[in-house]
């Protein structure tokens, strides 16, 4: 299937001679969910906003629904809706305007039925006659959202959707995205909550320093490096792991008190009981025992970590 | 789908300057009628009774294209660098820039609210000169003309301003520093034959010299320079309004890194 998305050889350098991307390539599919995780300053804003035609390319050609952003801008950016990280709304003008006016601009004929129903979703109904700077900050990221689905976008940009965002508007906001995957809307988020991204991707994409250093399906991913540990901690030490226990992945702590057991989180079969009746079965007692998950964030950290 | 022009959008943004100016009535309408009535007082009726006649026309009557022109220099520069200035300013220029929306189309929606407003302003002074003076339009076509010529130009080049500007004190620097002295010694309260020789030859480097002519040409039929001169220099600005324009555009300069 044709991506809904392709950057190709994307490069930008400022004018202060900053090379915010050095080569990205990249493909969004139709329909996904792609989280797009990375330091502050690794580019993750530069390439959002050339996508949507803020920001001038250097070199590398971008195709949104197969239309050059540059060429065919026209059929290009009508395609895409764009939440911003900033809060930048106007002050004076009233939520229904703001989001009328947005409509306009996309160049779509009023359609006040769609306006009603987008403002209801977002909980701004009761709002829709209010001065903008007469609302809350998380308000404004939800009038934000209006605007840019007003146009009705079959991609939409969600740029850090919810920094600075109270955890019900939060949960509110993975409904509506959710429902706007459902609806055949492909999303690409910016985020720094890695939670975020392991709870909503389908894909996730790691970009460090101007570079895209890993693109994965999320369960591959979580799979690929996502372990779980058990570990056991023993009534009494033991100096070697019996020998019936060779065929699991089972490793000894130096003083013999613990017993780590790694498993893998995404398989069907953990291993975890039969393990603990046969340690049992074999007179193995523990005190308690605790489990650890390597989460997306480790495995994240871990990657932008890595010398390059 | 994708038509040529997309007028909604051109709509949209014209509709919303026009709601920004009607929100701010007092100072976008109200004040300028007032401050040129206040003109009209002390100048036309005060001082003016005791100033003789210019080329035949009383002082009163003979300062209100000069006066409409000053009001309208300032107003189209000032609200067309304060409409592009305020969206880059907030933060808000964003969605224009990522609308699928040509130059010309954002240019249209912003300079010609501004350059509507320019009229409306210029009508409402000229109905309010005629509380206090009698006078008549000897051409009211080229009037109209004139006063929309002038409002378009003038609009343009406060859209370039507010590009251009990166703080609220550029925005008033140009209205303040050039176009008021401009407009006041390119004979609004004079005509410029009563300037001695060297200062004549002078003034015929103010622009504002050849729009003001023109216009009250349009009035009493009578001009400093000829109208065909001041029609010509207007457009002329116009063009270079219009280059600079296009090529901020080409460039992005100031709206795209």
Same mark, same amino acid.
């Given at each position: 299937?044709?991506?809904?998305?392709?950057?190709?050889?994307?490069?930008?350098?400022?004018?202060?001679?900053?090379?915010?991307?050095?080569?990205?390539?990249?493909?969004?599919?139709?329909?996904?969910?792609?989280?797009?995780?990375?330091?502050?300053?690794?580019?993750?804003?530069?390439?959002?906003? /050339?996508?949507?035609?803020?920001?001038?390319?250097?070199?590398?050609?971008?195709?949104?629904? *197969?239309?050059?952003?540059?060429?065919?801008?026209?059929?290009?950016?009508?395609?895409?809706?764009?939440?911003?990280?900033?809060?930048?709304?106007?002050?004076?003008?009233?939520?229904?305007?703001?989001?009328?006016?947005?409509?306009?601009?996309?160049?779509?004929?009023?359609?006040?039925?769609?306006?009603?129903?987008?403002?209801?979703?977002?909980?701004?109904?009761?709002?829709?006659?209010?001065?903008?700077?007469?609302?809350?900050?998380?308000?404004?990221?939800?009038?934000?959202?209006?605007?840019?689905?007003?146009?009705?976008?079959?991609?939409?940009?969600?740029?850090?959707?919810?920094?600075?965002?109270?955890?019900?508007?939060?949960?509110?906001?993975?409904?509506?995205?959710?429902?706007?995957?459902?609806?055949?809307?492909?999303?690409?988020?910016?985020?720094?909550?890695?939670?975020?991204?392991?709870?909503?991707?389908?894909? /996730?994409?790691?970009?460090?320093?101007?570079?895209?250093?890993?693109?994965?399906?999320?369960?591959?991913?979580?799979?690929?490096?996502?372990?779980?540990?058990?570990?056991?901690?023993?009534?009494?030490?033991?100096?070697?792991?019996?020998?019936?226990?060779?065929?699991?992945?089972?490793?000894?702590?130096?003083?013999?008190?613990?017993?780590?057991?790694?498993?893998?989180?995404?398989?069907?079969?953990?291993?975890?009981?039969?393990?603990?009746?046969?340690?049992?079965?074999?007179?193995?007692?523990?005190?308690?025992?605790?489990?650890?998950?390597?989460?997306?964030?480790?495995?994240?950290?871990?990657?932008?970590?890595?010398?390059? | 789908?994708?038509?040529?022009?997309?007028?909604?959008? /051109?709509?949209?943004?014209?509709?919303?300057?026009?709601?920004?100016?009607?929100?701010?009535?007092?100072?976008?309408?109200?004040?300028?009628?007032?401050?040129?009535?206040?003109?009209?007082?002390?100048?036309?009726?005060?001082?003016?009774?005791?100033?003789?006649?210019?080329?035949?026309?009383?002082?009163?009557?003979?300062?209100?294209?000069?006066?409409?022109?000053?009001?309208?220099?300032?107003?189209?520069?000032?609200?067309?660098?304060?409409?592009?200035?305020?969206?880059?300013?907030? *933060?808000?220029?964003?969605?224009?820039?990522?609308?699928?929306?040509?130059?010309?189309?954002?240019?249209?929606?912003?300079?010609?609210?501004?350059?509507?407003?320019?009229?409306?302003?210029?009508? #409402?002074?000229?109905?309010?000169?005629?509380?206090?003076?009698?006078?008549?339009?000897?051409?009211?076509?080229?009037?109209?003309?004139?006063?929309?010529?002038?409002?378009?130009?003038?609009?343009?080049?406060?859209?370039?301003?507010?590009?251009?500007?990166?703080?609220?004190?550029?925005?008033?620097?140009?209205?303040?520093?050039?176009?008021?002295?401009?407009?006041?010694?390119?004979?609004?309260?004079?005509? /410029?034959?009563?300037?001695?020789?060297?200062?004549?030859?002078?003034?015929?480097?103010?622009?504002?010299?050849?729009?003001?002519?023109?216009?009250?040409?349009?009035?009493?039929?009578?001009?400093?320079?000829?109208?065909?001169?001041?029609?010509?220099?207007?457009?002329?600005?116009?063009?270079?309004?219009?280059?600079?324009?296009?090529?901020?555009?080409?460039? *992005?300069?100031? #709206?795209?890194?």
């Amino acid at each position: 299937m044709q991506s809904i998305i392709s950057v190709q050889a994307l490069t930008k350098a400022y004018a202060s001679g900053h090379q915010a991307l050095k080569g990205i390539d990249l493909d969004i599919r139709r329909g996904e969910i792609f989280a797009l995780l990375g330091p502050n300053g690794a580019g993750k804003t530069t390439l959002i906003s /050339i996508i949507c035609g803020i920001v001038n390319p250097s070199s590398g050609v971008v195709l949104a629904d *197969g239309h050059d952003i540059v060429r065919d801008y026209r059929a290009a950016r009508s395609k895409i809706g764009l939440v911003p990280q900033e809060l930048s709304t106007d002050s004076f003008e009233t939520v229904w305007a703001t989001v009328n006016f947005s409509r306009g601009l996309f160049g779509k004929p009023a359609n006040p039925a769609l306006v009603e129903k987008l403002l209801r979703e977002l909980s701004l109904w009761d709002k829709r006659d209010s001065r903008i700077m007469a609302l809350s900050g998380g308000m404004k990221r939800r009038v934000m959202i209006a605007k840019a689905l007003s146009h009705e976008p079959q991609i939409l940009f969600l740029d850090e959707p919810t920094a600075g965002v109270d955890v019900e508007l939060r949960r509110d906001m993975w409904e509506m995205v959710h429902r706007l995957r459902a609806s055949g809307v492909t999303i690409i988020l910016t985020t720094h909550y890695i939670e975020e991204a392991e709870q909503m991707a389908d894909r /996730i994409g790691v970009i460090s320093q101007g570079r895209i250093i890993l693109v994965e399906e999320k369960a591959r991913l979580m799979a690929q490096l996502g372990k779980k540990q058990l570990s056991l901690q023993l009534q009494s030490p033991l100096a070697a792991i019996p020998e019936e226990f060779a065929q699991y992945p089972l490793e000894l702590s130096a003083d013999g008190q613990t017993l780590v057991y790694t498993f893998d989180a995404q398989g069907e079969q953990t291993g975890i009981a039969p393990l603990l009746r046969r340690l049992g079965d074999h007179g193995i007692d523990f005190k308690s025992l605790s489990s650890s998950e390597s989460s997306l964030e480790d495995i994240f950290v871990s990657l932008v970590r890595q010398p390059r | 789908m994708t038509s040529l022009v997309n007028l909604y959008a /051109i709509r949209a943004i014209y509709r919303f300057e026009m709601a920004r100016t009607f929100r701010t009535l007092m100072q976008s309408i109200a004040s300028p009628v007032l401050s040129t009535s206040l003109y009209f007082i002390v100048f036309g009726a005060a001082i003016g009774s005791r100033v003789g006649a210019i080329d035949g026309i009383s002082y009163a009557a003979f300062i209100i294209p000069g006066l409409i022109m000053l009001s309208l220099l300032n107003e189209s520069i000032s609200n067309a660098s304060f409409g592009i200035y305020m969206p880059r300013f907030s *933060g808000t220029i964003y969605e224009v820039l990522s609308a699928p929306v040509s130059y010309f189309e954002v240019v249209c929606g912003y300079v010609g609210a501004a350059a509507s407003k320019s009229l409306i302003l210029g009508v #409402l002074i000229l109905i309010t000169a005629r509380l206090f003076v009698d006078y008549s339009v000897m051409h009211p076509v080229w009037m109209l003309g004139f006063l929309l010529l002038t409002s378009v130009t003038f609009s343009l080049f406060g859209f370039i301003i507010g590009i251009w500007a990166d703080g609220f004190e550029k925005l008033q620097v140009v209205p303040m520093m050039i176009i008021t002295p401009l407009t006041f010694l390119g004979g609004s309260f004079y005509s /410029i034959g009563m300037l001695p020789p060297f200062w004549q030859k002078l003034a015929l480097f103010n622009p504002v010299v050849y729009l003001i002519s023109g216009f009250r040409w349009s009035f009493y039929g009578v001009a400093d320079v000829s109208v065909g001169v001041s029609l010509g220099m207007t457009l002329l600005f116009m063009l270079i309004c219009i280059v600079g324009i296009a090529w901020i555009f080409r460039t *992005g300069y100031r #709206l795209k890194t």
